[in-house]
């Protein structure tokens, strides 16, 4: 487990990091997302160790990473964004110095096999890494943050680099190390954060402004609560039918999109879900759904909101204190 309690790093006058505080529990993929300057890579730096906070404390696994950092390094591995790699080593001999660097234990070459079949890349195995592609390079990196089987992931930008058939396996290898692993992974592809994690940490001008899960978010930060739904039927008929759902608030034809298909815009009490009571009252008139989508914001857009929004700066600070509220509350009932 990853538990950070207002951590605050300055610079001089200038407040990078403005007393944060966030939990990544075990077997958790932890999203953690934040525009240039927002604190976001200061943050990770601290938790692997690199840079020493102002103030706060930061646990992994149990070890502050502050007060006791042999003992918290040893239990993460980390990947940072241009993986620290020996270019005239071969892959082999590399992660040879990786394992040894770090006081493995584990049989060094049944778990360095395991490890290269897992990112795949025993295929490269005794080539040198200068002569690898990026791709393979980014896999390469990624398996020296395996070695040594440590509990916690902290990936910076795992998929840089790797071809669009490449970031799904990784993607999947990542989903697969977040069942026995707690993972932090920061991205700038946030279609790739939206797959792979559970939840989401957004942070802005040194303060998280946003702690849930895409879908929470979502719902949260929507204005409206529509279905866009296209419809293959008459018109007004379908209008007619469908103000009679339980539920539904308002039904508006917007446009035409083929003949005999129009594009409605359905807004129903927030809470409740229609698209069965839809789909079965249009099948019992033989009325098609040829397409259907909700209004709520992608994570793009929570994204933009968040960190760019009109009244940012108000918006900010809401959501700063009511994060703050909501963890001293967990806290006093842990």
Known sequence: MIEVKNLVKSYGDKLAVAGISFKAQDGEILGFLGPNGAGKSTT????????????????INGHDILEDPIAAKKEIGYLPE?????????????????????????????HLKEICELVKIDNVYDR?????????KQRVGLAQALVGNPNVLILDEPTVGLDPKQIIEIRTLIKKLGKNHTVI???????????????????????????????????????????????DGPKDEVI???QTIPGVVSVVADLQRERGVWEYNIEAIE???????????????????????SSELSLEDIFLKL????????????????????????????
């Open 240 to 242: 007619k039918l469908v």
């Open 44 to 59: 990770m730096n601290i938790l692997t160790g690199y840079l020493s906070s102002t103030s706060g404390e930061a646990y």
């Open 307 to 334: 960190t760019m929004g009109e009244s940012v700066t108000e918006f900010l600070a809401d959501k700063a204190d009511d994060l703050e509220e909501r963890y001293k509350e967990e806290g006093d009932n842990s």
């Open 128 to 136: 040198r890494i200068n002569n690898l592609s990026k791709g393979y």
């Open 271 to 293: 809470g409740t879900d229609i698209r069965r009571e839809l789909n079965r009252r249009l099948m019992s008139r033989n009325w098609y759904i040829l397409g259907l989508r």
């Open 82 to 110: 241009f993986p620290p790699l020996y270019l005239d080593m071969t892959v082999k001999e590399y992660l040879y110095f990786v394992y040894e660097l770090r006081g493995c234990t584990l049989p060094r070459n049944t």
């Open 185 to 231: 992974l920061s991205s700038h592809i946030l279609s790739e954060v939206q797959a792979v994690c559970d939840r989401i940490v957004v942070i802005n001008q040194g303060k998280i402004v946003a702690d849930d899960t895409a879908d929470n978010l979502s719902r949260e930060l929507t204005a409206d609560h529509k279905l866009i739904a296209r419809i």
